[in-house]
């Protein structure tokens, strides 16, 4: 069964408006979560690595004050969207490593995001 | 510079026929090489992680195996079912666990 989960499945919103997206482990503790991007026919993009009790640390392009992220506690991280423009309308996508005995990272069934 | 480029781009093959998806890194320090699957409109689905040169593992029709350059996922016998995109990632010996992802191989069998 799944092991990480995503909220939203789906978003459409106006461009202005921020959008925020959960992503939950959900039989497990995740102190670090990774948050990606991927748009279509496209493989996945890092953006973020969400940090449990500290600040995110982003990728190199990726705006921090457009894609705020919060690891509230060690099964939730939260993506905000910041004022989403059309071109932020991607799917969002979150992995969590899970240790057991050997590293092994699931994702999660991912955020489509619209922009109109 | 961490790099991962799969070929083929896309592969079709027929119900039964049997091949093999490449994936090869460039890493200064390899913690492990994943495989994953993804259905459209999904996210990845775990199949493997390889660790170390010569490693194998095996799940149903899949095989992957990992040398210090390249890993390969067999599939044997096909069926439609199996029709997804594969994705590689490495993940490097210095970091906190990020991947770095290639551009996947786009499968499809028909029946």
């Known amino acids: 069964g799944a092991v990480v989960s995503q909220h939203p499945s789906r978003v459409i919103c106006k461009s202005g408006t921020s959008v925020k997206i959960e992503c939950r482990s959900l039989?497990?503790?995740?102190?670090?979560m990774f948050w990606y991007r991927q748009f279509p026919k496209q493989s996945l993009m890092l953006m973020a690595t969400s940090n449990e009790g500290s600040k995110a640390t982003y990728e190199q392009g990726v705006e921090k004050d457009k894609f705020l992220i919060n690891h509230a506690s060690l099964t939730l991280s939260t993506l905000t969207v910041t004022s989403a423009h059309p071109e932020d309308s991607s799917f969002y996508i979150c992995?969590?490593?899970?240790?057991?005995?050997?590293?092994?990272?699931?994702f999660g069934p991912g955020t489509r995001l619209l922009v109109l | 510079e961490d790099q991962v480029t799969q070929s083929p781009e896309a592969l079709r093959l027929q119900e039964g026929e049997s091949s093999s998806l490449n994936c090869s890194y460039t890493?200064?320090?390899?913690?492990?090489l994943f495989w994953y699957r993804q259905d459209p409109g999904k996210g990845p689905e775990f199949l493997f992680t390889l660790y170390s040169a010569g490693e194998e593992k095996e799940k149903e029709r899949l095989k992957a195996t990992l040398t210090k350059k390249e890993s390969f996922l067999h599939i044997t016998a096909p069926k439609p079912e199996d029709s997804a995109t594969y994705l590689c990632a490495v993940q490097h010996t210095g970091n906190t666990g990020k991947l770095i992802f290639g551009q996947g191989t786009t499968l499809q069998v028909k029946p």
């Open positions: 890493v200064s320090g390899l913690r492990g």
């Open positions: 992995s969590a490593p899970r240790r057991g005995g050997l590293e092994t990272q699931y």
């Open positions: 039989d497990f503790q995740a102190t670090t």
